[in-house]
């Protein structure tokens, strides 16, 4: 599967005033109308039963530069609290308290609408109820490395 080039996400909900988050690159969009996505978890990763529990989320597109944070959410022990002093991630709220990566290339506020088992995943399907758009060049993984993007192809 590394031989299809994908963006980077972080995957953060809040839950009791704590951001915790978790790297995924299974992420699609699923339907224009309504806007719909899906992102894919692990069953076993602690933010799947956030994800369940909270029903609100947040994907935060990576840029380039933020590889760091991509590294530090991937990894399984890690501490959620020590995020910004360990990989520099810092985090605005939404309305709803849905936890925003500052310098994300793009951030959707999402509502779970179904869960599916699939294997040892869960592909969790959510409706996007906010969407922010910033300039910049997205973070790639590609054969277990990450990637700027180049030029473009006309």
Not at 23 to 34: E, G, Q, R
Not at 83 to 88: Q, S
Not at 102 to 108: F, V
Request: charged share 25%.
């Amino acid at each position: 599967m590394g031989t299809f080039a994908t963006g980077v996400t972080i995957i953060t909900v809040d839950l009791d005033g704590e951001v915790h988050g978790m790297t995924a690159n299974a992420f699609a969009s699923v339907s224009l109308d309504p806007l719909l996505v899906l992102v894919c978890v692990d069953r076993t990763a602690r933010t799947h039963t956030h994800l369940q529990t909270k029903k609100r989320f947040g994907i935060n597109v990576l840029c380039h530069d933020q590889r760091g944070i991509s590294e530090y959410y991937a990894r399984p022990e890690r501490s959620d609290s020590n995020a910004e002093r360990e990989a520099g991630a810092r985090f605005d709220r939404t309305v709803h308290g849905t936890p925003v990566l500052h310098g994300a290339l793009a951030y959707l506020e999402c509502r779970l609408q179904s869960a599916w088992e699939a294997g040892d995943h869960t592909v969790f399907i959510a409706e996007v109820e906010d969407v922010l758009v910033r300039e910049g060049d997205p973070l790639i993984f590609f054969r277990g490395k990450y990637w700027r993007i180049g030029e473009a192809i006309r």
